[in-house]
């Protein structure tokens, strides 16, 4: 599969896994050290050709995420589950399938600029949050949108940054029959 877009990964197993599935050009931001250096590169090619942010499926990937969608608002963002990416006690990209790095890769999402209706209370309204099947339900609704597995804040951010409105995400869990 060839990508046009530059993909940013954490460390070279990533980028050594990547290769063997993509062909695309891939940059390194080496763990959460991101240097200039890299963050101008990320900038100048996502008003170029586009970037794709897809880092590990853990708290530093979701750091690195961040800082560069804070420089970048419009990269592209790929990302896979933890049970996905684990192999014995570790997470990465690297130890994902080539299966489930293309499913990732072929469901991207951009942040949205527009502003989500979305409130905390509105989560646990839906039973998202405080609710004995929440946790399942959380994840039920995070795989809709191609996320990794979320807690109910991590879940909030997201779909806020989406720009879901609270009548989407109520019609998706009836027509999902998710409860």
Sequence with gaps: MKI????????IHDLNKLKTVIDAEIIITHGMHLSEDVLNAI???SETRGVIVFTD???PGDLIRQKISEACPLVKHAHLKSKDARYKHKVGIEHASSETILHALNNLYTLNEFTSDLTFSDLYE????????????RNKVAQHFHLSDVNTKKLYARLCALGIQKVQLKD????????
Excluded: C, F, W
């Design 126 to 137: 839906l039973g998202l949050s405080g609710h004995p099947n929440s946790s399942a339900l």
């Design 57 to 59: 499926p853990d708290t």
């Design 4 to 11: 046009k877009e530059l993909i940013v990964v954490e460390g």
């Design 43 to 45: 900038k100048e090619n």
């Design 172 to 179: 998706i869990i009836i027509s999902k029959r998710i409860d």
